[in-house]
């Protein structure tokens, strides 16, 4: 199997390395049995952490932003965003074999957040086929007039939804002005307009997503219009010539999935050649991370603290038609249909006197090809950042455990009657960052407190590591 | 509201076109999303000549995401709780967008003749049913002439 099972492999075997480690480093130390499993985990994380940013060091996904892991700030997040959105429009001037090189429907950003550039690329490569704009019912008996007729009308994107109830009575001020800080109201506290000011800018992001797209619908009917008073015989070059239209649509095959006709050749599975169209295969992704679902059903579901972080996992996708994990296609487009960028103009396609999807033309594959293939787009490699994203959420979860960890401790400091309550203590507990400040006096202080098998070297030692730990997720968050 | 996925009309469109046998989904009126469902006992099982009505909810994302499906008729069966929410592997991680309301359905009633108490979602049920399989089934031929007889 592929490269993606390998590094599964990978980090299995590095996991279990890492345990072997770290249960070595760990003192055995008698009592307290609750802490030392708390702490058994978080400092196997360290390992995670120490193994994940080594890993993001050589990786290639860290090269554009430098430390993937590092936290950005609300304009950066925003301006990647925007970024994003901007490429998710289609333009008639980006065409490739008569489709483009953005999704026709999907309004929803959720629906459509892998990275733009690694799938325009696939396209221009001819990896992928293009985004097509599909027809909404297909038949056989259609002549070439009344198909050509149909395709002409298509627009380049599907109608917006106009009034998003999300974004209902959220202000958006002048969308042509950058700075929109005034529209936030300042008498909430900081969080509130923290919130504020990320509902506002998607409010925002999806007014300017509308006008982006209309003006280049706009500028595709001109066009359109334009080219119907050329005189017969001359054409507007970016616009599609009859031959290639019928070529296209007039084999349209229907995605089993959105149930749209899409000019064929399609995007096969590689294990099981189903088809599959472009705008449908880049909506399917992993899960989140989540626990194995067997230890989820087995007895209550316990409290996410009290989970192994490193336990969280997020497979592969599978092929939604016969389940073969590593989800990948493959696409084989027409030689002789190579239209647009990288290709001839589109006006001047002419219709070439061979069958379409003749077996001399297109090479029927017989068989299913692995995920490491040359020729297969997996799944997963329209969303690079699936691991990053993993191990961020496995590091927030080490966090919340090692919090978690700290105000237990705390808690064991503080016996009832003393003058500290458990609540004040188990208030400054979380901050890691004073945490080693303060950990040393307090041991020292309230070491008679301790149970009587503890010795206060013992805690000493114990909170000193945990400060450690906590200081390292939290540059490993940085 | 959006407009409807194309998928969904059809789906809906073949649902009336190409009925499956014992299975009904009405899309209600005012939400075409919202699905009123019946599906008859399968024979020789313990729900036989039952009329079990249930819901379908297709939420924003389907296909990608799994519908909800839910039991509104009671019903004595180890993957079924009290709320009437079913433990299939379909609706949670083996969903796939190439599966449909049609398949879906047909899973469930699969679900019917064949209970699954080694991975149950009612536990009293499946303890029961583990123990004595015989009165299990008799309580659920009881429950099923008490709550889904047709109407």
């Given at each position: 199997?592929?490269?993606?099972?390998?590094?599964?492999?990978?980090?299995?075997?590095?996991?279990?390395?890492r345990?072997?480690?770290?249960?070595?480093?760990?003192?055995?130390?008698?009592?307290?049995?609750?802490?030392?499993?708390?702490?058994?985990?978080?400092?196997?994380?360290?390992?995670?952490?120490?193994?994940?940013?080594?890993?993001?060091?050589?990786?290639?996904?860290?090269?554009?932003?430098?430390?993937p892991?590092?936290?950005?700030?609300?304009?950066?997040?925003?301006?990647?965003?925007?970024?994003?959105?901007?490429?998710?429009?289609?333009?008639?001037?980006?065409?490739?074999?008569?489709?483009?090189?953005?999704?026709?429907g999907?309004?929803?950003?959720?629906?459509v957040?892998?990275?733009?550039?690694?799938?325009?690329?696939l396209?221009?490569?001819?990896?992928?086929?293009?985004?097509?704009?599909?027809?909404?019912?297909?038949?056989?008996?259609w002549?070439?007039?009344e198909?050509?007729?149909?395709?002409?009308?298509?627009?380049?994107?599907?109608?917006?939804?106009?009034?998003?109830?999300?974004?209902?009575?959220?202000?958006?001020?002048?969308?042509s002005?950058?700075?929109?800080?005034?529209?936030i109201?300042?008498?909430?506290?900081?969080?509130e307009?923290?919130?504020?000011?990320?509902k506002?800018?998607?409010?925002?992001l999806?007014?300017?997503?509308?006008?982006?797209?209309?003006?280049?619908?706009?500028?595709?009917?001109?066009?359109?219009?334009?080219?119907?008073?050329?005189?017969?015989?001359?054409?507007?070059?970016?616009?599609?010539?009859?031959?290639?239209k019928?070529?296209?649509?007039?084999?349209?095959?229907?995605?089993?999935?959105?149930?749209?006709?899409?000019?064929?050749?399609?995007?096969?599975s590689?294990?099981?050649?189903?088809?599959?169209c472009?705008?449908?295969?880049v909506?399917?992704?992993?899960?989140?991370?989540?626990?194995?679902?067997?230890?989820?059903d087995?007895?209550?579901?316990?409290?996410?603290?009290?989970?192994?972080?490193?336990?969280?996992?997020?497979?592969p996708?599978?092929?939604?038609?016969?389940?073969?994990?590593?989800?990948?296609?493959?696409?084989?487009?027409?030689?002789?249909?190579?239209?647009?960028?990288?290709?001839?103009?589109?006006?001047?396609?002419?219709?070439?006197?061979?069958?379409?999807?003749?077996?001399?033309?297109?090479?029927i594959?017989?068989?299913?090809?692995?995920?490491?293939?040359?020729?297969?787009v997996?799944?997963?490699?329209?969303?690079?950042?699936?691991?990053?994203?993993?191990?961020k959420?496995?590091?927030?979860?080490?966090?919340?455990?090692?919090?978690?960890?700290?105000?237990h401790?705390?808690?064991?400091?503080?016996?009832?009657?003393?003058?500290?309550?458990?609540?004040?203590?188990?208030?400054?507990?979380?901050?890691?960052n004073?945490?080693?400040?303060?950990?040393?006096?307090?041991?020292?202080?309230h070491?008679?407190?301790?149970?009587?098998?503890?010795t206060?070297?013992?805690?000493?030692n114990?909170?000193?590591?945990?400060?450690?730990?906590?200081?390292?997720?939290?540059?490993?968050?940085n | 509201?959006?407009?409807?996925?194309?998928?969904?009309?059809?789906?809906?469109?073949?649902?009336?076109?190409?009925?499956?046998?014992?299975?009904?989904?009405?899309p209600?009126?005012?939400?075409l999303?919202?699905?009123?469902?019946?599906?008859?006992?399968?024979?020789?099982?313990?729900?036989?000549?039952?009329?079990?009505?249930?819901?379908?909810?297709?939420?924003?994302?389907?296909?990608?995401?799994?519908?909800?499906?839910?039991?509104?008729?009671?019903?004595y069966?180890?993957?079924?709780?009290?709320?009437?929410?079913?433990?299939?592997?379909?609706l949670?991680?083996?969903?796939?967008?190439?599966?449909?309301?049609?398949?879906?359905?047909?899973?469930?009633?699969?679900l019917?003749?064949?209970?699954?108490?080694?991975?149950?979602?009612?536990?009293?049920?499946?303890?029961?049913?583990?123990?004595?399989?015989?009165?299990?089934?008799?309580?659920?031929?009881?429950?099923?002439?008490?709550?889904?007889?047709?109407?």
């Open positions: 199997m592929g490269n993606v099972p390998g590094k599964l492999e990978d980090e299995s075997s590095v996991r279990a390395k345990s072997m480690s770290t249960s070595a480093a760990l003192p055995n130390r008698a009592g307290n049995g609750n802490a030392t499993n708390r702490s058994l985990r978080t400092s196997s994380m360290v390992g995670t952490i120490l193994n994940a940013r080594r890993h993001s060091e050589s990786s290639e996904v860290a090269g554009e932003a430098g430390n892991y590092k936290r950005k700030s609300t304009k950066e997040k925003e301006r990647l965003k925007e970024r994003h959105v901007k490429q998710l429009i289609v333009k008639f001037s980006e065409t490739v074999d008569g489709g483009f090189l953005a999704p026709f999907s309004s929803s950003l959720e629906k957040d892998y990275d733009a550039g690694v799938v325009k690329t396209i221009l490569e001819r990896r992928l086929a293009p985004f097509y704009t599909p027809l909404q019912d297909f038949d056989e008996s002549t070439r007039q198909l050509i007729k149909i395709v002409d009308g298509l627009p380049l994107h599907a109608a917006f939804n106009e009034n998003v109830e999300a974004f209902e009575g959220v202000p958006v001020g002048n969308l002005q950058s700075d929109f800080e005034h529209l109201d300042k008498s909430l506290s900081r969080r307009q923290r919130r504020m000011r990320n506002i800018f998607n409010a925002r999806y007014q300017k997503r509308l006008r982006w797209q209309e003006r280049e619908n706009e500028k595709f009917l001109e066009l359109k219009l334009d080219a119907k008073k050329l005189p017969e015989g001359q054409h507007k070059t970016l616009l599609p010539s009859d031959d290639l019928a070529d296209l649509y007039s084999h349209a095959t229907e995605c089993p999935i959105c149930f749209l006709h899409y000019p064929q050749p399609i995007n096969l590689r294990c099981c050649l189903q088809p599959i472009s705008e449908c295969f909506q399917i992704k992993r899960q989140e991370p989540h626990f194995p679902h067997d230890s989820e087995s007895g209550t579901p316990a409290d996410e603290e009290e989970k192994d972080p490193n336990l969280l996992t997020s497979e996708t599978n092929c939604p038609y016969c389940a073969t994990p590593d989800y990948g296609v493959i696409y084989e487009p027409v030689s002789t249909r190579r239209v647009g960028i990288h290709g001839i103009t589109p006006s001047s396609y002419v219709h070439q006197e061979k069958p379409f999807l003749q077996e001399s033309d297109v090479p594959r017989r068989g299913s090809l692995a995920a490491s293939d040359r020729k297969v997996t799944s997963d490699s329209l969303r690079p950042d699936w691991q990053i994203k993993l191990n959420e496995r590091m927030r979860l080490a966090r919340r455990s090692a919090n978690a960890t700290a105000i401790v705390s808690n064991q400091l503080v016996t009832p009657g003393h003058q500290m309550s458990p609540t004040i203590s188990a208030q400054t507990a979380p901050r890691s004073t945490h080693s400040d303060f950990a040393t006096p307090h041991a020292q202080l070491g008679s407190m301790w149970p009587p098998n503890a206060a070297t013992e805690i000493e114990q909170m000193i590591e945990q400060a450690i730990k906590l200081s390292l997720a939290e540059s490993g968050k | 509201m959006a407009s409807l996925p194309k998928r969904i009309i059809k789906e809906t469109e073949r649902l009336v076109s190409d009925p499956v046998p014992g299975i009904t989904a009405i209600h009126e005012d939400n999303r919202y699905f009123e469902v019946t599906i008859e006992g399968p024979e020789q099982s313990p729900y036989e000549n039952g009329v079990f009505g249930l819901e379908l909810f297709l939420p924003d994302d389907y296909p990608m995401e799994a519908p909800k499906v839910r039991f509104l008729t009671k019903i069966h180890p993957n079924i709780d009290r709320l009437g929410r079913i433990c299939l592997d379909v949670k991680t083996n969903w796939s967008p190439a599966l449909q309301i049609r398949t879906v359905l047909l899973s469930v009633q699969a019917l003749a064949s209970p699954n108490p080694n991975d149950p979602l009612a536990n009293d049920v499946a303890e029961d049913w583990l123990q004595h399989e015989d009165a299990a089934i008799a309580k659920a031929r009881e429950w099923t002439k008490l709550y889904a007889t047709r109407q």
